[in-house]
């Protein structure tokens, strides 16, 4: 298999898009990572998206925005695996660049989760989770990651201000990070008083919907040169499943699928835990953060909130997380979330990441999750 | 990249599966070609399916088939490109072994379409064609094949008994197909009499409402002996998209994805039209298959109307087309048709379709479209 190295990525600010339909958002993210990366045809696309047929009444989205796109006749691929859509359309982009197959591959990702009522959105994202044996009962996602926190806070003793340290610490990076939704900073206090979602939960633990796209265009490491822009290279890619079901997992307080795939990453890449500059990884609740920095192996078992508490993870810690703001505050349009994770790790390992750029950034990893846990991606980059 | 066989395939008899979810119908599918191959685990699995957020508010499909069918912690990817999804598992599959990543994969696909109603079905099919510019002016696909018909009958002059003696073909191939959702023969006199959806196509012009599952196992084809297991090598593999609106489109009269996705398999496979000994294609609307037969190849612009007249398309025929009773007769699930496909062309390449089997079966070729053609997979497979 081929070296590969991703030499463009391109994102517009996300937010409530109302003057823009999901082809526009994908369209202008797409143009904005092909211009970043100075192509103007692709050999292939891959466009992680979740429920553009319940969110925007448009399946075969992938015919649609390759004709949009001004890309006659490329093969164009849909993929969805809920949340983690966006890091599963990076690992095909990654995997046809690979195998020889195509040269100048796009992987991108979007969501238009605003046209819809919350309520709505909220039984389009339960679509994620195991409806048979969760959603058809009324569980929804906050429900979910509550039942994680407190058994994370039973057995670790976590406690309730470790959860609200994840919302204030992403908040202050994301306050920082012009693309973000939500640019402002929350304390503690706020986190804890605001709206009760699903004990322990409160809206300030909770990622918000989102609009949004993002997209990156990956070559062969070899060619970089070619383009004259700095490429990064792709050097781990790790992919697992687990039981959709909580009732169906060992442990509630961490999650196998994020392991899995970190261990996969990892090995592919020849690096450790502690190898790792910086993480992007999916806080779509605040406990998720907790669990997926022990899930990868920076910290132990329980010690995720603790963590978060002394600073640990912050920019100027030993393993900063979300440096972008994160899911939590720079939005989370589902099929995009990961991509924007690899759009923020590019730009820091570019050193091109302005008022956010990271001292030591040489290794970086995403974590990307679909539902609670039932499918994760995990990928890990290095400056060429 | 490696050359890539089939080892197993899989389905059961389509139709209106009450009893089974879309997870049984998956799991059902999956394992009778696990069995045929005989692998007990998979390194990784595609599932193609359209819109099981829709059909069954199930989306995050991947996590929950991959659990059911007992494959813990394996890579999942769902993929979507409308009816051709399953051609598009098929292709990821192959492109997943081919470069190495992996040694045994499944490309499966699904759809239960009939636990909603019918308008809603007619809804959720809806989404794969532009539903901006097309599904929200009230144009659903019989309306859609049906401009083609008329357009190709205009420069053509083909006939409406054409049309109609396709879906007499495919009903009578269907009916020596155990597995087919209406093995039973029709007449050109009852087709052009059957209620009238969108002139000139007319109910049994139209493929069915179906609930259904396909697999098919994938594996390096210098390790099939280590099965023991007949192989069938995948030597071409095309892929092509088109503007999804018809109105995007330079001629109403062919369909410009399908005839790039096979320029494509056929310069991979090293083969023309005239290579290949018989074709199941995509035959959602009888127009479909005469515009197909045109666009692979096997007949000039114009002339699929009479070769079907002729019988060149019977199996008998020079080209032998959809001898499985195609999608008309054995029923299109939509995720699980572009894989059905590639199970009758590796049975007919053993040599093991029963009372199907056709004299001359070596080269085979199967074509699967999303949507009115937006998107379009072609393989090509020949016996080892």
């Known amino acids: 298999m081929r070296d590969v190295a991703v030499i463009g990525v391109g994102m517009q600010k996300w937010g409530e898009l109302w003057t ?15 211009d970043d990366a100075g192509v103007d045809h692709l050999d292939s696309m891959y466009v992680g998206s979740m429920s553009p047929g319940i969110f925007s009444s448009q399946e075969h989205l992938e015919s649609v925005l390759a004709d949009y796109l001004g890309q006659h006749h490329i093969p164009g691929t849909r993929v969805e695996s809920a949340c983690a859509s966006g890091g599963l359309a990076f690992r095909l982009g990654w995997m046809e660049v690979a195998s020889g197959l195509s040269d100048i591959v796009l992987a991108g990702g979007v969501e238009k989760m605003t ?32 039942m994680m926190a407190v058994a994370h806070m039973e057995r670790y003793g976590t406690k309730r201000e470790h959860l609200a340290q994840v919302a204030v610490k992403n908040h202050a990076n994301g306050s920082k990070n012009p693309r973000a939704q939500f640019p402002f900073p929350v304390t503690v206090e706020q986190v804890i008083n605001s709206v009760k979602v699903a004990d322990p939960l409160n809206i300030l633990d909770c990622s918000p919907i989102t609009d949004g796209g993002a997209a990156a265009i990956l070559v062969p490491a070899d060619k970089v040169k070619d383009y004259g822009k700095p490429g990064v290279r792709i050097i ?17 307080t961490t999650i196998a699928a994020a392991a899995k795939a970190a261990e996969r990453a990892y ?7 502690e190898d790792i500059d910086f993480a992007e990884v999916h806080d779509c609740f605040t406990i998720a953060e907790i669990v997926i920095s022990e899930a990868l192996g920076f910290f132990e078992p329980g010690q ?10 912050a920019p100027d810690g030993k393993i900063p997380i979300n440096v972008s703001g994160g899911l939590k505050s720079k939005g989370h349009p589902v099929g995009a979330t ?5 759009v923020e790790v590019v730009e820091q390992l570019r ?7 990271l001292k030591q950034a040489r290794v970086g990893l995403t974590q990307n999750m679909g539902g609670s846990g ?11």
């Open 338 to 342: 990961g991509i924007a994770q690899i």
């Open 351 to 357: 050193g091109a990441a302005g008022e956010r750029q």
């Open 236 to 252: 781990g890619s790790g992919h697992a499943t687990d039981s959709i079901a909580l009732h169906g997992r060992d442990d509630l």
């Open 115 to 146: 046209d819809i009522s919350g309520s709505e959105a909220t039984y389009a994202l339960a679509t994620a989770a195991d409806m048979k044996w969760e959603g058809l009962s009324g569980v929804t996602f906050p429900g979910l990651y509550a």
């Open 20 to 34: 823009k339909s999901i082809r526009d958002i994908f369209v202008e993210s797409a143009l904005l990572a092909m």
């Open 304 to 313: 995720g909130g603790p963590a978060v508490e002394s600073g640990a993870t």
């Open 374 to 384: 039932g499918s994760c991606l995990v990928h890990i980059m290095e400056v060429m």
């Open 267 to 273: 090995a592919m890449a020849g690096k450790k835990p």
